[in-house]
């Protein structure tokens, strides 16, 4: 055996190892050459530093991994040229095999020598740009000595240094990144959870009882903003005057605004009697920086961003209105525990447990945490009862949560009210009488709730209350509900209720592990505005699952890889060679999905998008649905989009179809149409066709049927062609590689009555579950809905 990969495939076999045995090696001409840096968990950590050249790599192992800082020369090992395609290579190498092992892609991108490479390698003296993900710039490797196999690996000094950079620190260490004052924020949201996050790696703070608040400081003046975005500046002008008054640099804290009452506790209804005009003292209680002084801190850790809000705190009055977050040192989950208890005990509200290491995400995750100490939850008042006995204004608050459009009955509220409550309260309540019931079904138990003549007062769903209870019965009514004030932080439309959930394992969290798969690079960010990284994808995938793999299971699969986030190459993808993960098999070779852990493993490697067949098995070849996309062209507004889908909607109801509707994370909507598996690809395309024809000829103003960019100019597209045969269309639930990370969000035909713009990010996977906990299922029935497709549809349509 002779050639340059000899000696790479004499020390493999490659009966046991997925290692690639390489084709022969050939130099591609007019191309660029690739590079890869491999992190190889072998008998010692090190990193593999690879460079293409005349069809192979080129190969160094670099123990302590590539510096970005120029002071810092690494060792670099020259070991066997290996196979092009070992830059692909990623997973184990079996135990007992050389180099046995874990092995992940740390960074991958394009090289260019500067003079002729060969030359450089002769000489012990290469020089070369790199075009990576992480690794950018000029470079050298220097031989030691003629002819030994030790080299020096430094990066030369450009515009793409990083000081003091270590390949084994978290990529979030390194320093917040330049950027404009953003004009809008979104809040990182805290989970409900049932106990303390085990393991270490947690922060604890007080949670306190007030609004929670974005503080946006420019040129000197602070603007106050709710966590739904509206701009309560001039509601808490005192508190605003005086953030202004202490000539801050531009940022963005993140905090709370609270009334602490002579024990130093915050106390909910003494910020209600402050908003409301009567004298107290608000303090802003600061516990994040997101963005500083020209910086944008996200992408680093809390940990970080928490020491240097502390650093800007340390020079602020102790008297003054800006205060920092009380923190709890607590090693452990038994040391939260003990905490939590310990909050209790002094009346607090509970805590929130946040994760050291995270990044600020926009929306809810399992990053931030909060502990209650006593069930307390936001429901909508739906009405009143009167008074009994010598109480004034009125007896209790009816009370209800939202599902989708309905509100469902919760209970009674008639405690916790002062005089100066009642009177006030009610004046709003009168304000908003109505002569019908908001809620859903009649209320529970003949006699109730004072429904005697004249008893009961219904009112608009409008007002938020914050209650305080004991407990919920087996249907879910309150116990021992108290009153604890109002709240218009959050409108009525999105109380939904909150269930607390176990907490992650905060050890597979640490390590990137998502289920039982390992995420490497984490922290990479592969989608923007606001940024995502590959774990948040992971996780939200995770939490999706059993809302996704209904839409997969039985489906051939096609996969949208964007291996280093969509700032890079991103590419289709319908074929995995070599050995298939858990939860992945193949159908022929095609690609099918079994399980979560399949979807994470597609993650892993790089895949956002999931787009799957109109067919499934067993009848992979007879399609099972029908799709209609409605794409419209860039300067049709949502309104007649919306309206384009219930015209579209009408026409396959008038030949027998029973559509239903998913936004498709970008511009456009679907129409999916169950049926039953009896008809071959042609017949299923050719309804689609006559759909989309129909309408273009009975609205032409509004549909075209024809593909041409020119048609399509103030028209929507109807778009047939993803019911052919090995076409495909965006899975529901699937992620999309675009800015906000939407979500394909199956959705009820009332969701089109809303005029809310479902397009884009409006469902993303920051919001997808919360909405899909809120709404149901939207699409109950498709099953039943099945029709049978046959010559009478194709008939009504004039076929």
């Excluded at 607390?500 to 922290?523: E, F, L, Q, W, Y």
């Amino acid at each position: 055996m002779s050639g340059p990969l000899s000696r790479y495939r004499e020390k493999r076999d490659f009966t046991g190892t997925r290692e690639p045995a390489g084709k022969a090696p050939k130099a591609r001409a007019g191309t660029a050459l690739s590079f890869v840096v491999q992190r190889h968990e072998a008998r010692a950590l090190h990193y593999d530093f690879r460079l293409e050249l005349d069809g192979v790599l080129v190969s160094w192992a670099v123990p302590k991994g590539p510096s970005r800082d120029p002071d810092v020369k690494r060792l670099a090992i020259r070991v066997e040229d290996h196979p092009v395609e070992y830059g692909k290579f990623e997973g184990d190498i079996p135990k007992g095999h050389y180099g046995a092992g874990h092995v992940d892609i740390w960074d991958c991108g394009t090289w260019t020598p500067d003079g002729d490479p060969r030359h450089g390698l002769a000489r012990g003296h290469l020089r070369f740009t790199l075009n990576g993900g992480t690794l950018k710039g000029a470079w050298a490797l220097l031989r030691l000595g003629k002819e030994g196999k030790q080299w020096l690996l430094r990066k030369l000094d450009d515009g793409a240094i990083v000081e003091g950079d270590d390949a084994e620190a978290p990529a979030s260490q390194a320093a917040g990144r330049r950027a404009p004052l953003p004009a809008t924020l979104e809040p990182q949201l805290a989970t409900l959870v049932d106990a303390p996050p085990q393991g270490p790696g947690w922060s604890y703070e007080v949670k306190y009882d007030g609004y929670r608040i974005l503080c946006r400081f420019k040129q000197g003046r602070a603007r106050l903003v709710s966590r739904n975005g509206k701009d309560w500046t001039g509601r808490m002008a005192v508190l605003a005057q005086a953030l202004s008054a202490l000539d801050l640099p531009d940022g963005w804290m993140d905090g709370e605004v609270v009334c602490l009452d002579e024990r130093g506790v915050s106390d909910f209804q003494l910020l209600q009697n402050a908003l409301d005009g009567r004298t107290a003292e608000l303090s802003f209680m600061a516990f994040d920086l997101p963005y500083w002084d020209g910086a944008d801190l996200r992408a680093l850790p809390l940990s970080e961003r928490q020491s240097r809000l502390e650093a800007v705190l340390a020079a602020m009055p102790e008297a003054g209105p800006l205060l920092m977050t009380q923190r709890l040192e607590v090693a452990d989950g038994t040391e939260g525990r003990a905490a939590w208890s310990e909050a209790c005990r002094l009346s607090l509200e509970g805590l929130i447990c946040k994760r050291l290491d995270s990044r600020y995400t926009a929306g809810r995750g399992t990053a931030w945490l909060k502990l209650k100490c006593r069930p307390r939850q936001e429901y909508v008042i739906g009405g009143y009862t009167a008074p009994g006995g010598s109480r004034k204004h009125f007896g209790a608050l009816l009370v209800g949560l939202r599902k989708g459009r309905k509100l469902e009955y919760a209970g009674r509220v008639g405690t916790g009210f002062s005089a100066a409550t009642l009177s006030s309260l009610h004046k709003k309540l009168s304000a908003l009488e109505t002569d019908a019931s908001p809620f859903d079904a009649e209320l529970p138990g003949p006699g109730r709730d004072g429904r005697s003549a004249g008893g009961i007062h219904w009112v608009k769903p409008q007002l938020v209350a914050e209650i305080h209870y004991a407990s919920l019965t087996r249907d879910k009514l309150l116990r021992q509900a108290s009153f604890v004030g109002l709240r218009d932080d959050k409108p009525a439309s999105e109380v939904s209720g909150e269930a607390a959930v176990a907490p992650a394992d905060s050890d597979a969290t640490a390590n990137g592990k998502v289920g039982k798969t390992r995420i490497t690079h984490p922290a990479r960010v592969i989608i923007h505005d606001p940024d995502t990284t590959k774990l948040d994808l992971a996780r939200y995938y995770e939490s999706a699952g059993r809302l996704i793999l209904p839409h997969l299971q039985g489906r051939r699969i096609a996969l949208l890889r964007c291996p280093d986030g969509t700032d890079a190459t991103c590419f289709f993808q319908k074929h995995i060679s070599g050995q298939l993960p858990e939860g992945l098999e193949r159908d022929g070779e095609h690609l099918l999905i079994r399980s979560v852990e399949g979807v994470l493993a597609l993650v892993q490697r790089g895949v956002i998008e999931f787009h799957t067949w109109g067919g499934r098995a067993p009848h992979p070849d007879e399609p099972d649905r029908i799709t209609i996309d409605l794409d419209p062209g860039p300067d049709v507004p949502w309104k007649a989009v919306a309206e384009g889908a219930q015209l579209a909607r009408g026409l396959m109801r008038e030949i027998g179809l029973a559509p239903f509707l998913k936004t498709t994370g970008g511009k456009g909507l679907h129409l999916v149409a169950p049926i039953r598996p009896t008809q071959p690809w042609e017949t299923v395309k050719g309804l689609a066709h006559a759909l989309a024809d129909e309408l273009a000829r009975v609205i032409p103003e509004r549909f075209t049927s024809n593909m041409s960019k020119a048609r399509r100019r103030g028209r929507i597209f109807v778009d047939y062609l993803r019911n052919g045969n090995g076409a495909t269309a965006i899975a529901a639930y699937s992620a999309r590689a675009r800015a906000g990370a939407p979500v394909s969000m199956p959705v009820g035909w009332d969701a089109l009555e809303s005029g809310r713009d479902l397009r884009g990010a409006a469902y993303n996977i920051r919001n997808a579950m919360d909405l899909a906990q809120e709404l149901g299922d939207p699409w109950r029935g498709y099953e039943a809905a099945r029709r049978t497709v046959g010559p009478r549809m194709l008939k009504k349509l004039g076929r």
